[in-house]
Every structure is written in C-alpha cells, then in structure tokens.
C-alpha cells in the first residue's frame, strides 16, 4: 500500500515523539512545543508558548558549566546565521535545585515562502542525554580534588585585565584563604609576590601567548601573606571550534618537598664536603645563601618579636584589599593603635618586660580578627588593621574590642606584682573608591589616634572619609 504523507497527521506524530520539539516564531516567540519538550524542560504549555529568548526564565550553560549569554542560545545562533545546528550539547539549569539537565540539541530554519528575506519558523529538537552526561561528575572531581584547580579565559592574557579567573575548587580556597567570590573576575596574579620569580613569569606568559603547556614551580602567597611553593602544570582548552577557549592549572603544593629536597641536599654536601675541601667550601657557602635566603623571605614578611606580619607585609595586604573594596564597594575600616605610656612600662621595668608586653598584645588582638582581616604591627609599640564592615556602627564595636583586648593583657612579674596596659586607636571608616588611597586614610588614622591620646587616652577616635 502506497503511502500518502499528506495525509499523516503530523501534529500527532509530534505530540506522541519521545522528542522534544519547540518551535519559534522569527521574533523567537515559541508557538508550539511538544508533551516531550514540556516534560524534558520541566515547564508548562502556559509557561512556554509566547515566551521568547530573552525571558529572564532560562538559564542554559555549556559543558564547562559557562553560563550562555542570550545570543548563543540555539534559536539566536540559527537564526543569526541561518545555519542549521548539529548534536550540540548544551545544559538547562533549575533554578531551584542547582541541578543540570542535558540535551543533545539539533536546530534549523523552516523558510516560509510568504515571508519576507527567506525567514520562517525555528524548529529546536532536543534529547535528554542527562544520564550519560552525569555518568562522572567532572565537576565533583574537580571540586574534591587534592590539587588546586583554576581555570582562565584565554583573552585578555596582559595585566592588569587578564587572564581573568572563572572557577577555582575547594582546595584552592584551603590553600590561599581567599574565598571563590573575591578571586572569580581577577587574574591569578593577586597570588604573586615580590619574591615570586620573574623569569618563570615570563615564561608562563610567553606559553600562554603561544596556547602551549608549561610546568613551572612558582612562589606564590596567601590571603594572609604566607609564602608558598606550587608545581603547577597549565594547558590550554579547546572549544567545539577548535579554538583555545580557556587555560587550566592544575598546581600541587610542594612547600615541603621543596623544604625537604634542601634538607637532603645539605646533607649531600655535607658528604662531598670529606671527600674534597675545595667542594666543602662552595657547598658550605651555597648553603648559607639558601638558609640567609629563607631567613630573609621570613623577615620580609613577618615580625620577628611578635610573630605577626610587619610594616611591609600589613601594607601589601592593604593595598589588596583596598583594591577588592574599590571594585566591590565595600566599606572598609583602617585603624591604627599604640601603647599608653610605653616608655614609662619600659623604663620602670626594662625592655624585656616591654617585649613581653608587644607578644601579649599582639596575641590578644590577632585572635579577634578573622582569617580574610588584615592585621600587623607597623614599627615600636605601633600597630595596624583593616577590615571589611557592613556598617559605621560595626567599626565602634571592633575598636572597642581591640580596646577590651588591650586591656586584658597582664604581664606578670617577678615580684608577683603585674603590669598592664592601654591602648589609644584612631581609624578611617571608608568606602574605597577611586578618588582615594590608602596614604590617606592611613593619614587620617593616624591622625584620630594623636587625637584620642590628646583627648585622655584608652579610647577611640573614627572619623570617616
């Protein structure tokens, strides 16, 4: 029996196919879409038909979980092009769950003759291929991974705008201290230092230039300005086009195998030292420029007395977050405080009693601040700290607890007498913008605190610009 075509019913043959089918006006308004396409998309027939593209509704990712922007959905992009689309994969997300959902999407123009410049109708088919998608969850290895992962755009690579971050796991969080939110949109250059190494910078930019893999073993620093040591491996990734989209690192910390392959080495050249005094003399001498070497990273980063950060690691960190703050606009507290009378303390009772005291301070106050303040001690019985508050009230509370915490200190003698202490602090409530420094707002503290000695010491002074 020979078939005639015209005579199947093809909106039946629609409704009843396992797949989904959605069909566009040329404006991108849906004028039909199958039980199927209702089922898979989890929406209703009254929540789909005259939606178009641009309906704040859809939220569709590609396989690296980006975040499509409208125009490369699949109905923009065949309509755009006038090209048809073949088995692409692209994601929907619920915005309730989080949870992806995967198709395997083909599209296409149905030209209508009556319609002007050849448009027509959309046709969007799609399968669910969700189970064989999730069959690994790349994304929960990656984010349970030991090793720190980060991936960048591929453009722009030069600073101060790129390679901007878009994902980094959990392990980079523990390793840095800085959460996703305040690295997403920067450029892994924030991890640098002054002691990072130059050369192997430029090496990585020139892989980067050239879309090539490198491996290089890097210094980088925390949040908080701790120094460490990464061998990472970057490689480029590749978009459906062929092009370089993205770069990946993948970076194990080696501070201890570096600390280790120094201590295995001392003891080598330690060995070569009998055999060959020539060659005991070049090692002994390599040996003390690696451990001044170490000795002096420490120093330039850290206070020798009380073990906190020191003038020049408090005003790196600053400027950091001073930076973050600009971008995002948030208010930001910087005080300075010191000691009432330190040089009575001194001289009554001695200078060791009076290094006691900048420990017992230094330790009272540190363990107020969180892990993302910054906090240090600037010169003599001088310190400094900054940080993010969500209100002008929220900085009278934290300078009246460093106060508290000042006041709590007690220095025991041998006597059985004690010695305690106060403090006098001045600060600069801000919003960071770009018509500001940092020079200034320290300016500004630094004033407020001479103005709350003046003014009876043991107190507070915030004046806000």
Known sequence: MKIDFNELNLKTLLDNSIVGVVIHDWDTSIV??????????????????????????????????????VYEYPVNRVRKTNTTMVNEVFGKVNEETGDVRWFLVNAYVERQPNLPDGKGFIVVSFNDITDRQNLFSYEHILEHAGDVVIVTEADPIEAPFGPKIVYVNKAF?????????????????????????????????????????IRETLL????????????????????????????????????ESVFNAQQLERRNAELRQ???????????????????????????????????????????QLQKMFGFCVRNSYPLLVGIFDIDDFKYVNDTHGHGVGDEVLVQLARAVDDQFRIEDVFGRIGGEEFAFASIVKERKASDILCARVLSNARS???????GQHVSITVSLGACFVVPSNGIDTDKVMQVADRDLYEAKRSGKNRFVISQC
């Open 32 to 69: 039909y879409a199958n039980p199927r396409a209702m089922d898979l998309l989890e929406m209703s027939y009254d929540h789909l038909i005259g939606k178009t593209s641009y309906d704040p509704q859809w939220h569709f990712v590609d396989e690296q979980h980006r975040r499509l922007m």
């Open 173 to 213: 969080e523990k390793l840095t201290g800085y959460s996703r939110d305040e690295v997403i949109g920067e450029t892994p250059r924030i991890l640098q230092g002054q002691l990072t190494d130059i050369e192997a910078c430029r090496r990585i930019s020139r892989a980067l230039h050239e879309k090539t893999n």
């Open 220 to 255: 980088n620093y925390s949040k908080t300005g701790k120094p460490y040591w990464l061998d990472m491996s970057i490689m480029p990734l590749f978009g459906r086009n062929g092009q370089v989209t993205h770069f990946a690192a993948i970076e194990h910390d080696v501070t």
């Open 274 to 316: 009998i055999k060959d005094s020539l060659n005991k003399l070049v090692q002994e001498k390599t040996r003390q420029l690696r451990e001044a070497n170490i000795k002096l990273e420490q120093l330039a980063y850290y206070d020798a007395l009380t073990g906190v950060p020191n003038r020049r690691s408090f005003t790196d």
């Open 409 to 415: 200190c007690r220095v025991e003698l041998a006597d």
